[in-house]
Antibody, heavy 126, light 109 residues
Framework: EVQLVESGGGLVQPGGSLRLSCAASGFTFSNYWMSWVRQAPGKGLEWVANIKQDGSEKKYVDSAKGRFTISRDNAKKSLYLQMNSLRVEDTAVYYC???????????????????WGQGNLVTVSS | SYELTQPPSVSVSPGQTAKITCSGDALPKRYAYWYQQKPGQAPVLVIYKDSERPSGIPERFSGSSSGTTATLTISGVQAEDAADYFCQSADSSATNLWVFGGGTRLTVL
């Protein structure tokens, strides 16, 4: 059974930092792209970042570029999101998601999320 | 930035058919994906690549896409299908921006 378990969330002040972790089990972690998706309270879903199987490619939503860093440790079957310079608008439940990623050519990827963790709340507030 | 547009809400009686639409300019060139989310739970993939159903998803869930509109159809709606439904796709360029629609709340009357 595929399981994704996030940890590391909590309350942080604006401008602060937080590192989220996601422990994977039940599948060969190193064979899959992985992603972070967030959901602000009462709002919709927003893709944040994803990372290739070997960590050689990383992609970010514009609002995360320069502030967030996605990484992975295949030996530990773990995914991470380092979040710096946090803003009030980063307040959300952050989901770790296994990603099915297909290269379509000309630099374009097809991506969807077939398994999700239970989510971890990050609150940015003074 | 690219956007996918969904109706905020859809209401149906048990046993009826619910149709939830998702509009986006790039949908003629990109697949649509659909997720179900119940309160306090993580999203669950219910349709991928426009019309494929993951294992374990009931047959009453189906998907289609034509032109700039993708549609999630739930036939013979049951009370347990009450949830928020989100479509997801990408823009047509190589910007690799993966987006979700705003979500549709399905109410089973």
């Amino acid at each position: 059974e595929v399981q994704l378990v996030e940890s590391g969330g909590g309350l942080v002040q604006p401008g602060g930092s937080l590192r989220l972790s996601c422990a994977a089990s039940g599948f060969t972690f190193s064979n899959y792209w992985m992603s972070w998706v967030r959901q602000a309270p009462g709002k919709g879903l927003e893709w944040v970042a994803n990372i290739k199987q070997d960590g050689s490619e990383k992609k970010y939503v514009d609002s995360a570029k320069g502030r967030f860093t996605i990484s992975r440790d295949n030996a530990k079957k773990s995914l991470y999101l380092q979040m710096n310079s946090l803003r009030v608008e980063d307040t959300a439940v952050y989901y770790c998601a296994r990603s099915i990623t297909t290269y379509e050519g000309s630099g374009s990827y097809e991506v969807y999320f077939d398994y999700w963790g239970q989510g971890n709340l990050v609150t940015v507030s003074s | 930035s690219y956007e996918l547009t969904q109706p905020p809400s859809v209401s149906v009686s048990p046993g009826q058919t619910a149709k939830i639409t998702c509009s986006g300019d790039a949908l003629p060139k990109r697949y649509a994906y659909w997720y179900q989310q119940k309160p306090g739970q993580a999203p669950v993939l219910v349709i991928y690549k426009d019309s494929e159903r993951p294992s374990g998803i009931p047959e009453r869930f189906s998907g289609s896409s034509s032109g700039t509109t993708a549609t999630l159809t739930i036939s013979g709606v049951q009370a347990e299908d009450a949830a928020d439904y989100f479509c997801q796709s990408a823009d047509s360029s190589a910007t690799n921006l993966w987006v979700f629609g705003g979500g549709t709340r399905l109410t089973v009357l």
